[in-house]
Nanobody
Framework: QVQLVESGGGLVQPGGSLRLSCAAS????????MGWYRQAPGKEREVVAV???????HYGDSVKGRFTIWRDNAKNTVYLQMNSLKPEDTAVYYC???????WGQGTQVTVSS
């Protein structure tokens, strides 16, 4: 079973940046599509970004141009660089193995002055 461990969340001021990491166990990481999702209080979980095994990316409309997803298959890790953060980006961010349908435990991101 794949285990996903997120890190890098925290408190940041509006306009600031954070980088999230998701370390995955298992030898098949490079073959799996990976995604980042988020869920704010009282809202449904939404897709933030997805990257395929071939490196193609897809972003949610609210983060296009501000967030970047990429992967390092040698480290079994997928990253999410978040720039120009806004208070509405505040949420718990989850990593997902899209191919195996496994979720990480989530990491809190709070954007506030």
């Amino acid at each position: 079973q794949v285990q996903l461990v997120e890190s890098g969340g925290g408190l940041v001021q509006p306009g600031g940046s954070l980088r999230l990491s998701c370390a995955a166990s298992g030898s098949m990481f490079r073959l799996n599509a990976m995604g980042w999702y988020r869920q704010a209080p009282g809202k449904e979980r939404e897709v933030v970004a997805v990257i395929t095994s071939g490196g193609s990316t897809h972003y949610g409309d609210s983060v296009k141009g501000r967030f970047t997803i990429w992967r390092d298959n040698a480290k079994n890790t997928v990253y999410l660089q978040m720039n120009s953060l806004k208070p509405e980006d505040t949420a718990v961010y989850y990593c997902k193995d899209e191919t195996k349908d496994y979720w990480g435990q989530g990491t809190q991101v709070t954007v506030s002055s």
